[in-house]
């Protein structure tokens, strides 16, 4: 027969642990505290956050975590671990597509932890525009949706950035109908952004066939919407239920089980390499035969793994494009330095976006 250990003495063995515990993180807070006095003294004072060395320790805890709490449960602790001492440090100021509730911003705190200054601002150009001229070290935005695609948005802003992509975070999207009323029945319009519509159109024929949907600049502001109007619906995400005040009708209204939104994260940094990078590119070429198999030969020559590629119109002439691509790898890897170097004789145009950490959680 197994001896069952007193309540009272696992307690006890428990807020002894914690004890620990707290020391321990204090002691890691003020190490962070000292590699700031370090940093400054030898003049670098502007940013403290380093996404590759940030990348490397959440793999390392991920890697030495014996459970029973799982790898991903262990990283998200140390995540806001890292927000609260980079916090004592110097505070990041990040620029994410508002208002308050967004998914960008779930995005931004599941990246950065939430011991980060978040700035919304209304529209994807303005978070660059905030990163480039100094309002903020970083911003989030999205670049794709499993169901939608990419945006297109980011995508053009991209061709006339000098911001890099200094990062990639996944959020796996679950809608909610929200709404201050007792049934569905009373619900006389839907607010959602454009992209959430599409993502619940099944949903939304089959339970409020006939009622408007409207697009918004964005869920938070449609929640904040149905806040304030009777028999006003909103497409959500929970934390914008909980900000807004609003009740949730229905959860998991997407017609995507696995409906995820990758977002990137822009500044002015250029990341080292880790041991799972990932490199982005824009590419231009001349509109004539075997102009695409120019840009992908070279990947295919040095046994590049490319995860994707879209094409935009350049807006410089008609029928001309550019190209975005995803590689696997980082850009001073020897490999991928050899085919950047014949795709560049080959293109009329590579600009690399950035080679970063591959999503962590």
């Given amino acids: 027969m197994t001896n069952v250990i007193p309540l009272a003495e696992l307690r006890n063995q428990i807020d002894a642990i914690d004890q620990q515990i707290l020391q321990l993180i204090n002691q890691r807070a003020s190490l962070a505290e000292e590699v700031a006095r370090t940093k400054i003294a030898s003049g670098e004072d502007n940013c403290f956050y380093r996404p590759d060395r940030e990348a490397l320790v959440l793999r390392r805890i991920k890697g030495l975590n ?9 990283a ?34 599941k990246h950065f932890g939430h011991a980060v200054r978040t700035e919304p601002v209304t529209a994807i150009e303005d978070i660059f525009q905030a990163v480039e001229e100094g309002h903020c070290q970083f911003g989030v935005v999205p670049i794709e949706n499993s169901t939608e695609g990419v945006i297109t ?17 996944e959020v796996r999207i ?17 607010f959602s952004h454009r992209q959430s519509l599409a993502q619940c159109r099944k949903w939304l024929d089959k339970k409020l066939p006939g009622v408007r949907c409207t697009e918004v600049s964005s869920n938070a502001e449609a ?16 934390i914008a239920a909980d900000i807004y005040n609003v009740t949730i009708l229905e959860q998991g209204i997407e017609d995507e089980e696995n409906n995820t939104t990758r977002f990137v994260i822009v500044g002015k940094l250029t990341t080292t390499a880790t041991v799972s990078d990932k490199t982005s590119l824009l590419i231009s070429t001349k509109n004539h035969a ?14 590049i793994s490319m995860s994707k590629i879209e094409s935009r119109p350049s807006r410089q002439g008609l029928w001309d494009y550019f ?17 950047l170097a014949e795709l560049e004789a080959n293109a009329t145009m590579v600009k690399i976006l950035g080679s970063y ?3 962590i959680l």
């Fill in 357 to 359: 950490p591959k999503a």
């Fill in 223 to 238: 929640a904040r919407m149905a806040a304030k109007q009777q028999g006003v619906a909103a497409i959500a995400g929970k």
């Fill in 290 to 303: 075997g102009a695409l198999y120019s840009i992908l030969e070279p990947f295919s020559k040095y046994g």
């Fill in 153 to 169: 948005h980011t995508l053009d802003r991209f061709v006339i950035s000098p911001l890099k992509i200094c990062g990639e975070v």
């Fill in 174 to 190: 679950e809608h909610n109908l929200m709404a201050n009323v007792a049934e569905l029945a009373e619900i006389t319009e839907v």
């Fill in 323 to 339: 190209f975005f691509v995803d590689i696997n790898g980082h850009q001073t890897d020897n490999n991928i330095a050899l085919a």
């Fill in 76 to 109: 998200r602790f140390f995540r806001e671990l890292m927000s609260a001492c980079l916090a004592l440090e110097k505070p990041l100021q990040v620029a994410f597509l508002g208002p308050e509730g967004t998914f960008t911003q779930q995005a931004t705190f």
């Fill in 66 to 74: 014996p459970g029973p709490l799982s790898d991903d449960t262990a």
